[in-house]
């Protein structure tokens, strides 16, 4: 029951950054600029990726040269590309739009969640380990998601259970990303955070997963992003910070 409760609070959270940056019109205003930077980048893969996905997939399936149905296999396959580019682009979006707008994000997480005193270093000097670490956390993410990509055509299970497992590791690396900026102003390094959304996964999760959900929804995300920043700080200073 408490593992629930903590889940609703980690939406509520979410939530609550909806709040902040609508009292607070020009941080949203400000947090959109990297988000259009990063959304028109992805729109620009995915469309290379739809337009050349047939190529692709022939390529890498010239065993099937032979069958006599390969061209609607291949078809399958270059749908599976283009919706696991879609998936990762998803996965990704946060991550690349907080390395593109790092300075401008800092800003905003620190106008969410005012410390009296915190580690603060140049953005250019962080930069590189913001990079390095989203690296980190993708590797896990794969490791997770390209397994369950392929359970995803098992019959039923591929269905049913795989979307809500999908949706929860997506959720809680989405996490680890959102609060990186302000665990990082309280001096925590990767391994410190991780160990630390471990030990309030529900709420992470519960946090994650709303941020994830919305994600998916066209043009949502770019809208969404300063709400889901100011959201993580909220979730850092109230929950996180105070935890034991």
């Known amino acids: 029951m408490r593992s629930f409760r903590d889940f609703a609070s980690g939406v509520g959270f979410f939530l609550q950054g909806f709040g902040w940056v609508a009292r607070n019109g020009r941080w949203w205003l400000f947090g959109l600029i990297p988000a259009l930077i990063a959304f028109a980048v992805y729109v620009a893969a995915l469309i290379f990726l739809g337009t050349n996905a047939g190529d692709l997939a022939a390529f890498l399936t010239p065993f099937a040269d032979s069958w006599s149905w390969r061209e609607l296999f291949r078809t399958l396959v270059g749908v599976a590309l283009f919706l696991g580019g879609l998936a990762l682009a998803v996965l990704t979006f946060t991550a690349l739009t907080l390395a593109i707008g790092e300075p401008f994000y800092e800003r905003l997480s620190a106008a969410a969640d005012v410390l009296e005193t ?28 390209v397994p369950l990509f392929f359970l995803g055509f098992v019959p039923v299970v591929g269905q049913t259970v795989v979307p809500v497992l999908g949706a929860l590791v997506s959720g809680f690396f989405l996490t680890v990303e959102l609060t990186t900026l302000a665990l990082e102003r309280r001096g925590m390094a990767r391994k410190q955070r991780f160990a630390l959304l471990r030990a309030n996964k529900a709420s992470a999760l519960g946090f994650g997963v709303a941020v994830f959900a919305l994600f998916l929804v066209p043009f949502v995300a770019i809208v969404a992003m300063p709400a889901a920043v100011a959201g993580a700080a909220l979730l850092v200073r109230t929950r996180l910070a105070s935890a034991p």
């Open 118 to 145: 915190e580690d603060d270093q140049p953005w250019w000097r962080t930069l590189p380990r913001s990079i390095r670490d989203s690296l980190i956390t993708l590797c896990w993410v794969l490791l997770f998601t």
